[in-house]
């Protein structure tokens, strides 16, 4: 049986384009910190289109770079300081039938031991919003890099992420309305090994809505997805669901969905597995206890596939509270459960699909939990501060490891 393979990239020191960029992004936002609030705010058209400049500069420290654990094949990654910047430009339009919201913004993160880690992520995204009339909904594209550590393999990946998406709403009688999305993922993997597997995902869903109370809608839907792999798999996903929109419970207002999800995979040759199935959850909700404290809840469950091929069932549950004790001065916590199961795979030039994760049965549990701060000075600044544990337990001992993550950022956003 195959066993998955990972590139070794040796250390080496950063680029000089890199350095440049990093020292320049560095004094920009010094400069900006210099500056007093006699710069304004880009406006034009009455008002109605607008130009927002955000900046950041922030340090912090990573136990655990590649979130590995002390069994696997490359050892324990251990810690490093980084050393991130970044820049962004958004534009807004409210005017007319058509909204329309922009941005473009780079990311920068410098590793003082782990270089060539060190990298430079540009994002971009589109939107076109419709809110009046009877047809309402939006267009969005948006592309970016994304770097990062994969608990899946305890490797950091870097990928291009692509996607289009499209959703509506329609009235159609009385009460009843039809809401629903089509959408387009893509995620490319700029590892040339053969560890990563690329991945297409389309979605197609509609929900149908009865207005049951002016702040309550019941609803029942379908959604289809399909994933193509880059390592010659396909997966189906077909989901039905009932769930509320609107106020859940009191105070208590979001949306959830529960139903069922069956799942089918087919690999070369013509082989197909006989299948997976189970529940469906999606919830996401928010509670303003009071004035000064809000909490959010959220908790999924679905069918996934890993960067490496592999199927699997992912459940997690997450709170996070939000807590103004002045104007300028905040702070947040949140804690956060979930498990991965790995169910079957086929990764690149296997002989043959493989149940598990390799051939062995793999049960991952996680926990999570975090606290942060942040202040905000001279309106257009805020300085801000987190901590976040992570702990990963497997039933394959190669994956159990800890994360600690530390960080200070200061930002302004004109």
Do not use: C
Request: glycine fraction near 10%; proline fraction near 3%; charge should be neutral.
């Amino acid at each position: 049986m195959a066993a998955l393979k990972h590139s070794t990239r040796p250390t080496r020191p950063p680029a000089p384009a890199l350095r440049q960029l990093g020292r320049t992004l560095a004094t920009l936002s010094l400069l900006v910190l210099a500056t007093t609030e006699a710069q304004a705010l880009l406006r034009f058209n009455d008002g109605k289109e607008q130009v927002y400049v955000t900046a950041y500069i922030g340090t912090g420290y990573d136990s655990n770079v590649f979130s590995r654990g002390s069994g696997s094949s490359g050892g324990n990654s251990g810690g490093d300081l980084l050393i991130s910047a970044g820049a962004g430009l958004e534009y807004a339009r409210k005017a007319g039938l058509i909204g329309v919201n922009a941005s473009l913004g780079w990311d920068l993160g410098n590793f003082t031991n782990f270089t060539a880690e060190n990298f430079l992520n540009p994002s971009a995204s589109l939107e076109f919003s419709k809110g009046t009339g009877r047809t309402t909904g939006a267009l969005q594209f948006n592309v970016r890099k994304e770097t990062r550590a994969d608990p899946t393999v305890g490797l950091r990946t870097d990928s291009w992420n692509y996607g289009v998406n499209l959703n509506y709403r329609y009235p159609v009688i009385e009460r009843y309305s039809f809401a629903g999305s089509l959408g387009w993922d893509t995620v490319t993997y700029s590892d040339p090994g053969p560890t990563f597997s690329d991945l297409n995902t389309y979605t197609i869903s509609t929900d149908l809505f009865y207005n049951w109370r002016s702040d309550r809608d019941l609803l029942a839907g379908y959604r289809y997805r399909t994933s193509i792999a880059e390592f010659l798999s396909t997966s189906h996903d077909h989901s039905i669901y009932a769930g509320v929109s609107g106020r859940i419970l009191a105070k208590l207002s979001g949306s959830g969905r529960v139903g069922w999800t069956f799942r089918n995979n087919e690999y070369p040759n013509g082989v197909t597995d006989s299948g997976s199935d189970g529940v469906y959850v999606s919830l996401s909700s928010t509670w303003p206890a009071t004035r000064k404290a809000t909490y959010s809840l959220s908790a999924t469950q679905d069918f996934n596939t890993t960067s490496t091929n592999f199927q699997t069932q992912t459940t997690s549950l997450d709170l996070t509270g939000q807590f103004s004790h002045t104007v300028k001065f905040n702070t947040n916590a949140n804690i956060g459960a979930g498990q991965t199961e790995f169910i079957s795979g086929y990764f690149n030039d296997a002989p043959s699909v493989v149940t598990g994760f390799n051939g062995q049965d793999r049960l991952d549990h996680y926990f999570t939990a975090g606290l942060g701060a942040s202040y905000v000075f001279k309106s257009h600044f805020t300085i801000s501060t987190s901590y976040t544990y992570y702990q990963n337990w497997s039933s394959l001992s190669a994956f159990v490891f800890q994360r600690h993550s530390l960080s200070l950022t200061l930002s302004t956003r004109w």
